[in-house]
């Protein structure tokens, strides 16, 4: 069955340290995956797909099909990254399974 | 140009009450869908629609109706409100198999 796994709930970083969120999938194909962004109190958007190959916001992810991952990385975290992350995988009718989302917590 | 509009933003229901959660969008969109959002548990989707006149079920849609009469709307209908009810209901459009856009959200309480 089509999964997304996102291992941490919670997760800490100073400002200006690398910062990786975990996105591992389980899919019978070759997946499309994305990565949605919640600040605060906010709707989600849509922060990159893995089709797309861009880097928003400084951030990347590539999709490792041997790993069957796909982590999200910046290289120098920002107070302004602050937020909830989630991964989700498309399904047909274009549905989508989201992972439980990480926390990501930026201290100055 | 909106996007995808959901109203109300808040609402508390009594428990035993009903009522329809409104999403619209004007984008043309084919594919909607709704989702709740619980603290630990991500989104999880309740209904879907790939286009007017055409619903089906996702994860967890026991206790909500939707109907899609038009393109543009996507109502959410809680028959019969109960606790476990109480979550933030999150809207989405897309145009085709790619990225969603969301509505800003429906804070329900259910007491």
């Known amino acids: 069955a089509q999964r997304v796994t996102q291992p941490e709930k919670l997760l800490s970083v100073f400002k200006g340290a690398p910062v990786e969120l975990k996105c591992n999938y389980s899919y019978s194909g070759s997946p499309e995956l994305f990565w949605y962004v919640q600040y605060s109190r906010q709707r989600l958007q849509l922060l990159l797909r893995?089709?797309s190959r861009e880097s928003i916001k400084g951030f990347t992810a590539d999709l490792n099909k041997g790993e069957t991952s796909f982590h999200l990385k910046k290289p120098f975290a920002q107070e302004e990254d602050s937020a909830m992350y989630y991964c989700?995988?498309?399904?047909?009718?274009?549905?989508?399974?989201f992972g439980t989302g990480t926390s990501l917590t930026v201290i100055p | 140009n909106a996007g995808v509009t959901q109203t109300p933003k808040f609402q508390v229901l009594k428990t035993g009450q009903s009522m329809t959660l409104q999403c619209a969008q004007d984008?043309?969109?084919?594919?909607m869908s709704w989702y709740r959002q619980d603290p630990g548990m991500g989104l999880r989707l309740i209904h879907y629609?790939?286009?007017?006149?055409?619903?089906d079920q996702g994860e967890v849609p026991n206790g909500y109706n939707v109907s899609r009469s038009t393109t543009e709307d996507f109502p959410l209908r809680l028959l019969s409100a109960a606790p476990s009810q109480t979550s933030v209901y999150f809207c989405?459009?897309?145009?085709?198999?790619?990225?969603?856009?969301f509505g800003s959200g429906t804070r329900l309480t259910v007491v």
């Open positions: 989405a459009s897309a145009a085709g198999v790619g990225g969603y856009t």
């Open positions: 629609s790939v286009g007017a006149g055409i619903t």
């Open positions: 984008m043309n969109h084919e594919y």
């Open positions: 989700a995988l498309p399904n047909t009718g274009n549905q989508f399974y």
């Open positions: 893995h089709i």
